[in-house]
């Protein structure tokens, strides 16, 4: 079954550095997310992302955050400056389309350490 | 506005026993709803949705859950626990009405079956 790949598994890295998570969506696909779950606490929305542009966001997407589909199969999200509260695992999904009977697939996720 | 919560973090059964986790739903227009199981070290796996029509919808792995609107509820159960069930569990819900938009999660609870 075709499934949502993220990479890497685990990213380390320095406070106020720029980091860049990589997902490959399911081909078919047409609709791309990003959730994270800070430990503890809820899967949180970020963004989606269709034809792209983004199509929604939420208040934690701020202008350190940015998303990109650089080719026909990765989604990337990059964090430009990152703070120690970003350290969270975060994950991709997928959907073929926007609709409820369309659902999102999700991956591994990639757990972000900001020391 | 949208919400889930889920009662009980960790839930506890014996193998054979009947698995019950609650969810609880806030929301301002006719939602669609989910369950998302995580087991270690993986990422959300669709058991089972909600859009329209039958309130129960079966899943899974032998999971069920019934939409009660009167109740704002939407649990989850299976009628005999088996040792692969434990994993964390997470309810959703998203608007309805067409596209699905992103997915509001529940904080998850953690299924422990006991042999």
């Known amino acids: 079954e075709p499934e949502v790949t993220q990479t890497p598994s685990h990213q380390v890295t320095q406070m106020g550095q720029e980091v860049i998570l990589r997902c490959v969506p399911i081909?078919?696909?047409?609709?791309f997310y990003w959730y994270r779950q800070i430990l503890g606490q809820k899967v949180e929305f970020l963004v989606s992302?269709?034809?792209?542009?983004?199509?929604?966001k939420s208040e934690i997407f701020d202008d350190q955050f940015s998303v990109e589909r650089p080719d026909g199969s990765n989604f990337t999200l990059k964090i430009r400056s990152t703070k120690l509260e970003d350290s969270a695992m975060y994950f991709c999904?997928?959907?073929?389309?926007?609709?409820?009977?369309?659902?999102?697939?999700f991956g591994d996720g990639t757990r972000l350490s900001i020391l | 506005a949208q919400s889930v919560t889920q009662l009980g973090s960790h839930v506890s059964v014996s193998e054979g026993a009947l698995v019950l986790l609650r969810c609880n739903y806030s929301?301002?227009?006719?939602?669609?709803l989910f369950w998302y199981v995580q087991y270690p070290n993986q990422g959300l796996q669709l058991l089972l949705k909600?859009?329209?029509?039958?309130?129960l919808v079966k899943g899974i792995n032998g999971f069920e859950a019934e939409f009660k609107k009167s109740e704002t509820s939407f649990h989850l159960t299976k009628p005999s626990a088996h040792m692969s069930d434990a994993a964390e569990y997470f309810c959703?819900?998203?608007?309805?009405?067409?596209?699905?938009?992103?997915?509001?999660f529940g904080k998850g609870t953690k299924l422990s079956v006991k042999p």
């Open positions: 081909s078919n696909h047409l609709y």
């Open positions: 929301s301002s227009v006719p939602p669609y």
């Open positions: 959703a819900v998203t608007r309805g009405g067409g596209s699905q938009g992103n997915l509001i």
């Open positions: 992302f269709y034809n792209n542009e983004i199509s929604e």
């Open positions: 909600y859009t329209t029509g039958a309130t």
């Open positions: 999904a997928s959907s073929e389309g926007q609709w409820a009977d369309q659902p999102q697939h």
